[in-house]
Each structure stands twice: as C-alpha cells, then as structure tokens.
C-alpha cells in the first residue's frame, strides 16, 4: 500500500470524460491473460449514480381521494383505540399521542400498565407454545430466574442482581437526584429511575466526556448510589446481548402454533413471500441480522445489502488474482473493503452537467451519513434496544419488507441491463410514500393472523400510525399505507398489487395511469395531482479501480464520466 495514493483525494485524478468506457467492458476479459503471480488483485468499482434530481414529488389525485375516502384519519384512530383496548392498555390521547408516543412504546411513559400488558401477553404465548425445547429457550430469556424479564430495562435490573443481590432501581435515587438528573415532577413514577438512567446510557453513546462528568459528580455526591448507578450502566451495554436473542427467538424459533404447523416469524415472512414471487431469489429469504443501536426512541432502520447480480454489475474483476481473491473472501469481504477507500473531500462537492446537479461522494462516505448504510455487506435491521421486543414485532418485520422490496427490485433491475455496454450504473429510485405504504401494509398483511390472536403486537404499530397522521397528513407511512391500501382494494389482490408496485417503484403516477385503476378511482377523476417541492438527492459516486493488500484497498486511478441529462417524468 503507498501511502502517497491513499493520501489523494479522489477529485486530484477525477478527469472528466464523455462516453462509454471500452476498457471496463467484459469481466472475464482481463482474467484470461497470464499475469505474474506476485500482482496484487485489482477490482474496478464503475462509477455510480443515484437518487432522484426530481424537484418535486407527485401523487396522483384520483389516487389520493381514494385512499383519503377509505382510510380517514378517524378510521387510522379508530384503529388504534381498539389495539390498545384489547391488548389492556390506555390509548394516548390528544397532545400525549405526540408527546408521549415514544416514551410509551420505550416502556417509560405509564410503565406498569404497559409492562403488565406485556406480561399478560408472554403468558399467553407460553402457554400455547408448541415445542417443550422451544418452552425451555423461551424460560432463559423471558423467565431466567421465575420472574418475567420482557424488556432492556427488566434485563438490566436482573443482570445487576446477580452481580450485586438485592439491587433495587432506587439504589439509584440519591446519586441521580444529586446531580439533577431525576425529574423532580415524576421522581416518584415508576420509571423516573429507569428512564434517568437509560437517559445516562444515551449520553454515554453521544458524549463519553459528558458521562465521565455526570459520573465523577455522582460519585462525590453520593459514593455508594454512584456505584449502583454505575452498574446498572454497564447492565445496559451488557443487556444489548440480551435484546438481540430476545429478537432472534421471534425470529427464528417455532413459537407460533399456526394451520397444524409451529413456525418462527422468518416462516410467516418466508411462506408470504413465495407466494408473492415464486423462488426467484431463494437466498433473500433468510432473517436479517439483527443490531442494536441507541436512537433514543422506537425506531429501526434497515441496512442496504448488495444482490450478486448487482454486485457483478458495479464490480469488475481486473486480474486473476483478484478473481482467487474475491473467491476467497466473497462478495461481502469486497464490500466491506470498500469501506475503507478514501472517504474524499471534506467539503461539499457539487458537478454541475448541463441542468443537472450532482453531489460527489464516496462509498465511505455515503455509507456513513445515510441512515440506511450504502452498499452494505449484509442486510441489517439496526434497532433501538429500549422498545420492548414484543411491540418491537411489527418494526422488525416492516423494516424487512424495506429490504426485500428492495433487494428484488435492485436484482431485477441488474439483469435487465448488460454488463458489456456498461459506462456506470444508475441505481434505480423508489418514491417514499409507496416505500413507507408497502413496508405497513405488507407487514400488517404478514402480521394479521398474530395480531388476532395476541392484538399487543400490534400496538407498537398502530401508536404510531395514528400519532403520525394526526401530526401531519403527509405522513410517508400513514399517508403511504392509506395510498397501498386504496390500491390493494381496487386490484383485489395482494401478489398482483406487490408486482405492480415493484414494477413501478420509482413513482407513483405508472401506477395510477393502469386502465383497471383509472376505472375503480373514476368517482375521483376531476382531482388534480398533489405536488409537493422536495430536495433533490442526486449523488455521483466516481469509478475507482483499486488494489486490495492486507485487507486494505489502494487507489490506482479514480474518473467521473458525465451522465447524460436526465428527461424529467
Ligand atoms: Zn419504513
């Protein structure tokens, strides 16, 4: 690795280039001639762009009227009311539905109803689980030592214990309400103590230093009640273990007695699935990894992996020993060395070709700042710790219709074009309101036989939905499930309304233009289209060839080549 090329920004040898690229043509061109063998492997990864330069986002106006008409905000309320009654929690109600909601579903707002709830829940799915192994798995997670632990916060107190018996949340108290880090309004609540110290648990995530201060002050205080404190701290990073197992139980284990079989989550997601698309890509169908990560509130996110067949499009093999190379460490073990290209320049960089504006950027980068990573090894689901793995359900498995929708538009699209003639690749977008409304109805589709039977794991779900359209009416999910369900309605049809919204991904006005549609949303004719400016997110991601040394990749050469201007739709 030379030290001098790394140090180079990539724009100190972008050239800007017009046409295709002749040398990058065929894959296994290159590695057919002899080569020495001492050559480090090389890989050219072509240039990349993505995102809409669209300045504005359009929804059909028959469309919409059609799905206001079926899905009124009252309908979405209605809704959620009755979840909550059924799973024996209080709705929230008015500005607490805002302010609340989150706090809520972190079991840190009304705790004890909510925690009872839960309770209520895992003795009902005890009781019908089918498999004593799987009984016996469900007990060292949910009952380690006769009492239920169904959260982070549960998980922690009893770790704590066994390191320190008789620990008690408010062993905490005076070390906490020294520092004034209890709210003195609710230091009574139940979870004032819990919520102070998962509050500390966060800080320590975004600002050790910041910690390092609480705690030093703690400990002057009140010595005794710091330690406590101190523990309980490091039962929450212990406890991350715990979350993911209890996650992955759901996920994987045969705990639902359904139709005369016992089946995990992956199964329901799985059997749906097929019967949407057949066995187009078997490999997708496995539960994605799950990580934690400490948003501070109920929230997740999938992770973007890379289907092979996109993964052949972007990547060219440059020499044999790249080619023993990537057989060795496999698709992930490049894309994870990608990771460590140069991250570029520090300022923004904008290409201006002809109308078109283009943000530079880099692997590395885009992959840092985008919530949803960029060209990932693996699908990941990353999610907060604290919202209770019951509630947290419905999340998982939304975020994982994100990532198969994804994966299959993406592999789709990768077979459709041609490696030979290839300049650079355009990733293909997808309009955030069909997004967002097919992760809700899809999983509220999976979920519909769970949720009548134990209706707590919808809670999480519905809380939100009826949050969100009650603070605003463009909500990409409430607005987006209202848009998927209207469709579904009308076509009848679940497999045929999720190939029609994979086929038309990008926006939404292929959908609407469909004769059957047109006919079912005629009452709705005269409306006129939604339009709403949004800000353009288009980014070029230069080509770079590179060599890869120990693990680490060095930059060889690095090009733009100007795309086209893109026809507005
Ligand atoms: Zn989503």
Request: charged fraction near 20%; aromatic fraction near 8%.
């Amino acid at each position: 690795m030379s030290s001098t090329t790394r140090g180079l920004g990539w724009l100190a040898c972008a050239a800007l280039t017009g046409g295709p690229l002749v040398n990058l043509s065929a894959q296994s061109a290159a590695t057919d001639l002899p080569q020495p063998i001492s050559e480090l492997p090389r890989f050219t990864l072509r240039q990349i762009v993505s995102g809409s330069s669209d300045p504005v986002s359009r929804i059909p106006g028959p469309w919409l009227r059609a799905a206001r008409a079926a899905q009124p905000e009252s309908l979405t309320l209605a809704r959620y009311h009755k979840v909550a009654r059924l799973s024996g929690v209080a709705p929230l109600e008015g500005s607490a539905l805002s302010s609340e909601r989150s706090q809520h579903m972190m079991g840190l707002y009304r705790r004890t109803e909510l925690i009872q709830a839960v309770h209520q829940t895992m003795i009902a799915i005890r009781a019908s689980l089918p498999v004593e192994g799987t009984r016996r798995q469900f007990d060292q997670l949910f009952r380690p030592h006769g009492e239920w632990v169904v959260d982070l916060h549960q998980a922690v107190l009893d770790w704590a214990r066994s390191r320190a018996p008789g620990m008690q949340w408010r062993s905490a108290q005076p070390a906490l309400a020294a520092v004034r880090w209890l709210d003195p309004y609710d230091s009574l609540t139940p979870e004032a103590i819990p919520r102070a110290v998962y509050g500390l648990s966060l800080l320590g995530a975004s600002d050790s230093l910041g910690l390092a201060t609480v705690s030093a002050d703690m400990r002057r205080a009140d010595s005794a009640s710091a330690a406590a404190v101190e523990l309980l701290l490091l039962g929450y990073k212990v406890s991350q273990r715990w979350y993911i197992d209890a996650l992955g139980f759901f996920l994987t284990q045969p705990w639902v007695p359904d139709q005369g079989r016992e089946q995990s989550l992956s199964d329901f997601v799985g059997d749906d699935w097929r019967r949407l698309i057949g066995n187009e890509f078997p490999e997708m169908l496995r539960a994605p990894e799950i990580q934690v990560r400490l948003f501070g509130h109920p929230q997740a996110v999938p992770h973007y992996g890379v289907p092979t067949a996109l993964f052949r499009r972007l990547v060219v093999v440059q020499n044999r020993t790249g080619r023993t190379w990537l057989d060795r460490h496999g698709e992930a073990g490049l894309l994870r060395t990608l990771r460590l290209l140069p991250v570029g320049d520090t300022s923004l960089v904008v290409l201006q070709a002809g109308s078109q504006r283009l943000r530079l950027t880099t692997v590395p980068r885009q992959s840092r700042e985008s919530l949803n990573g960029f060209l990932e090894p693996s699908d990941v689901i990353a999610i907060e710790p604290g919202y209770p793995p019951l509630l947290a359900l419905g999340t998982i498995v939304h975020e994982w219709q994100h990532l198969l929708f994804r994966r299959i538009q993406l592999g789709r699209f990768s077979s459709t074009i041609a490696s030979g003639d290839l300049s650079f690749v355009e990733l293909p977008g997808l309009d955030p309101y069909l997004a967002e409304g097919f992760a809700e109805w899809s999983s509220e589709r999976i979920l519909q036989r769970l949720h009548a039977r134990w209706p707590l794991l919808a809670l999480g779900e519905m809380e939100k939905r009826a949050a969100l359209s009650s603070e605003r009416l463009e909500d990409q999910h409430s607005l987006g499930y209202a848009l998927v369900a209207a469709l579904a309605q009308a076509l009848g049809d679940s497999a045929r309304t999720t190939r029609l919204l994979l086929a038309n991904a990008e926006s939404l006005s292929g959908i609407a233009a469909q004769r059957e549609l047109k006919l079912a949303w005629k009452p709705y004719a005269w409306a006129a289209d939604q339009v709403s400016a949004v800000p353009a997110r288009r980014i070029l991601i230069p080509e770079v060839t590179f060599s890869v040394e120990d693990g680490f990749p060095d930059v060889i050469t690095s090009r733009i080549i100007v795309p086209a201007p893109r026809t507005p739709r």
